[in-house]
Every structure is written in C-alpha cells, then in structure tokens.
C-alpha cells in the first residue's frame, strides 16, 4: 500500500474509508470508481438542488459539476479536471499574451501542467512551474518544471522566483488547498508574481454555494473579495467569462497597474 501523502492524510480525517479506497488503487483509478459508485446518491440530490433553482445558468453549472465527468476529463490521457470551456479560455488567454512562465499552484495529476505545456508548444514559447505538496506525477515534457513543497513556503517561492526572474510575462493560477486563508496567502504571495496585463487565475471559486458545494465554507470566491478590497491592481475580466459557464466565476483577475 502507497504511503500517505499529506493531501492523503486530510482526506481520511474527512473520509477514513475512501482514503483507504485512495490509498489502494491510486489517484486514477479512485476517481474512475467513485464516479461510478456516487452516480445514484449523487443524481438524487442534484435533482432536488436543480428543481430548487429558478437561475438557468445555474441549473446548468450544477448539473455541470455534479454530473461526474469532471472527475473523467483527461488531456492527452491525462486527468485534468477542469470545465472544457475554461481550458478554451485558458488557451485564449495563453495565445494572446505568450506568457513566458506559466506558475500553478496545485499539480495533483499533472494534467493541467500539460495542458499549458501543450498550448505553450502550439505557440512555441513558454514554460511552466507547478507545484504541489505531494510527489509530482510521472509526466516528463520540456517546458514543465515541478516544484514539492507548500506553496506559500519561503523555499517553494525562492524557487519560484528563480525561475521567474528572467520573464518578462508571467501568469499565475492558484488551484491547490481552496480554503479562504489559504487562497489569501497564495495571493498575498504570488501577486507580485504577475506582471502588469496579466492574470492572476483563481479556480474553484464557484465552491461554498457559487453556486456549488453549499457546505464547503469560506474559499477562493471569498478570499477574492477580500484581496480585491486591498489591491486595486487587479480587476475581474468579466469578458473571461464569456461562455457563461466558468468554474472560476469572478476569478479571472487581470493586472491592470
């Protein structure tokens, strides 16, 4: 049986039973079977959460969430779990500025990483740092370079700063622990990452009832609004949001001055 990561230890203080299911079979092969084995319980109460919702946007981004194939999104195989419309956006975004260094907080399988590799390869410029608490995957590509560490860590950011300090466009994604005083660290730490034009990327900020997982408590949405009040550097680019379906809603923060 697999060691446990630190990211595997807060899974069984929440879960003792599915964190034994983690450890068994391994990151992918979990999430393939609770997909499966939550479907019932899960189409049950999303029934009654969409009944109970009169916004249609809404109605779509919970059915959207909570159908299970976020959980079996894959890019070039890999899981990426995130919405396709904001990997569009991310792609846009990627294209139009040819950021030098791409810095993501939260590599869990690599998926995302590659997804920006891959993109970074379309337009023959880039790289990307990710990082995360546990053991990077087993994914070799170029333009990656992973990081283990606590994100918000002196050595994880000295690092960081070492590989960014020759760019003259860095972009930033945060999508690691998504509790409220970790989301504000992150961005206390890594604002002064991004430069001027662009983006600073907080995901999941549809969590604790944005309109998903009421029960979840303070996150990324209301580490945003609190950030926000404190550095007007940065604004919300609504126009990210474009598809009306984004898992980061509010999040796409632009640096403005």
């Known amino acids: 049986m697999p060691s446990l990561s630190q990211g595997m230890i807060a899974k069984a203080l929440r879960s003792p039973r599915r964190a034994l299911l983690y450890g068994l079979l391994g990151p992918v092969r979990y999430r393939r079977l609770m997909a499966d084995v939550d479907a019932e319980t899960r189409a049950e109460w999303l029934g009654k959460q969409v009944r109970e919702t009169d916004d249609v946007r809404a109605k779509f981004h919970l059915l959207s969430f909570h159908s299970g194939a976020v959980q079996q999104t894959y890019w070039l195989g890999v899981p990426l779990q995130k919405s396709p419309l904001d990997c569009w956006i991310y792609q846009e975004i990627i294209a139009e500025l040819h950021p030098d260094v791409i810095v993501e907080t939260g590599t869990d399988l690599g998926g995302s990483a590659l997804f920006f590799a891959s993109i970074c390869d379309l337009i023959g410029h880039g790289q990307v740092v990710s990082i995360d608490i546990r053991q990077p995957p087993s994914i070799t590509h170029d333009r990656i370079e992973f990081i283990r560490g606590d994100s918000t860590s002196d050595d994880v950011l000295a690092k960081v700063s070492a590989a960014t300090r020759q760019s003259a466009r860095t972009m930033v994604v945060l999508d690691s622990d998504h509790s409220r005083s970790h989301v504000l660290r992150e961005l206390d730490r890594y604002r002064g990452f991004v430069t001027v034009g662009s983006y600073l990327v907080v995901e999941d900020t549809n969590v ?38 984004t898992y980061f809603p509010g999040g796409y923060l632009k640096r403005i001055a």
């Open 208 to 245: 604790n009832g944005h309109p998903v997982m009421p029960d979840h408590g303070p996150g990324p949405f209301e580490a945003v609004e609190e950030f926000l009040l404190e550095h007007p550097e940065f604004e919300v680019d609504r126009t990210r949001e474009k598809f009306l379906l």
